[in-house]
């Protein structure tokens, strides 16, 4: 995700300052993270049968992510794209197919538009600091 999107690594406080590929993969703070946006994703997938209950939770991480700053934007989020679809390819071997490709595709566009969606209205709501001049 790094190698691709380098102004991602940016955002990330604690992982900015590691110069090397190995330093990420090594890195317990990053493992902790992506083990976690891994866990949430599940999280999502297992309860598809009941929409309520994915809409809140995915809109609740999107609006959770506005503490991090003004310097995160919700483009942020469509990062983890290529990188979630690799690792279902990978994780499916030989088993994976073309509908399993679509099926994974529409899933993580319909996860992260709605994290976009919640982290954009949650920022609109947030007050600014407004400087008046006279």
Not at 25 to 34: A, D, F, I, P, Q
Not at 46 to 64: A, C, H, M, P
Not at 79 to 107: C, D, H, N, W
Request: glycine share 4%; hydrophobic share 40%; proline share 3%.
């Amino acid at each position: 995700m790094f190698e691709d999107n380098p102004t991602v690594k940016s955002t990330f406080e604690k992982f900015r300052t590691l110069d090397c590929n190995q330093e990420l993969w090594e890195n317990s703070v990053l493992m902790t993270h992506g083990l976690g946006v891994m866990s949430a994703i599940d999280e999502i997938i297992s309860n598809l049968d009941d929409e309520d209950t994915v809409y809140e939770l995915i809109l609740e991480q999107g609006r959770s992510h506005v503490r991090f700053g003004d310097d995160l934007t919700s483009d942020i989020f469509w990062a983890i794209e290529k990188p979630f679809l690799a690792a279902v390819k990978q994780m499916f071997g030989s088993r994976y197919t073309p509908k399993l490709e679509t099926l994974y595709t529409v899933t993580i566009h319909y996860i992260i538009s709605l994290l976009t969606h919640g982290f954009s209205s949650k920022m609109e709501e947030q007050p600014r600091d407004v400087f008046f001049t006279s």
